[in-house]
């Protein structure tokens, strides 16, 4: 799962192949739907691990997203934003790199990042001790902790909570100048 940005009006005009066109199938339609999606402003992609940081950033450091369509920033739904809206984003997202706030939140992002990963494998490791422990018990090496006795299945349910799920989101300065320039070129665009 992910969020795509379509752009609303973007600056570069490249027409969107549609699937099922006669002269679009096959290695011609991909050829064509890899061009669209080049095309600056047209289209961005993040999967949803490294969209929420990213949104988050924007939502919480630029000034720029009304508290109101805070929810609609992580949401696929379609929502809305418009061209100029999108370009004060890209204005203060610049701002916000050439003042070096965007490599300190990145760098402290990471290092929370790492200290969670840490913790995780931490987890991984009892989980795993639980899951031969269980295999031994039941004589069966493929249960599923669904499957466990009631008092496991507790007792990994405690742990799969101590989980530090933060640990998968990551962020980069890289992902914030592709968005920069997405804005830049979208002429607004759609969240779905």
Request: net charge negative; proline share 4%; with cysteine.
């Amino acid at each position: 799962m992910g969020m795509d940005l379509y752009g609303l009006n973007p600056k570069v005009k490249v027409k969107r192949p549609e699937e099922g066109e006669p002269d679009n199938y096959g290695d011609v339609w991909h050829k064509d739907y890899t061009a669209w999606q080049e095309a600056e402003g047209t289209y961005f992609r993040n999967n949803v691990w490294w969209w929420r940081p990213l949104a988050d950033y924007v939502i919480n450091h630029t000034g720029c997203v009304d508290e109101k369509d805070h929810a609609d920033w992580h949401s696929n739904g379609g929502h809305k934003v418009s061209e100029h809206e999108a370009n004060a984003i890209a204005d203060q997202l610049e701002h916000l790199l050439k003042t070096g706030h965007t490599e300190t939140f990145a760098h402290d992002y990471e290092e929370q990042r790492k200290e969670m990963e840490e913790h995780n494998n931490k987890i991984q490791k009892l989980e795993e001790k639980l899951m031969k422990q269980v295999e031994e018990e039941t004589g069966d090496p493929n249960i599923a902790p669904i499957s466990y006795p009631a008092d496991r299945k507790k007792e990994w349910d405690e742990l799969q909570a101590k989980r530090k799920w933060g640990a998968s989101y990551p962020f980069s300065i890289e992902n914030v100048k592709e968005f920069i320039s997405f804005c830049r070129c979208s002429g607004g665009f759609e969240i779905c």
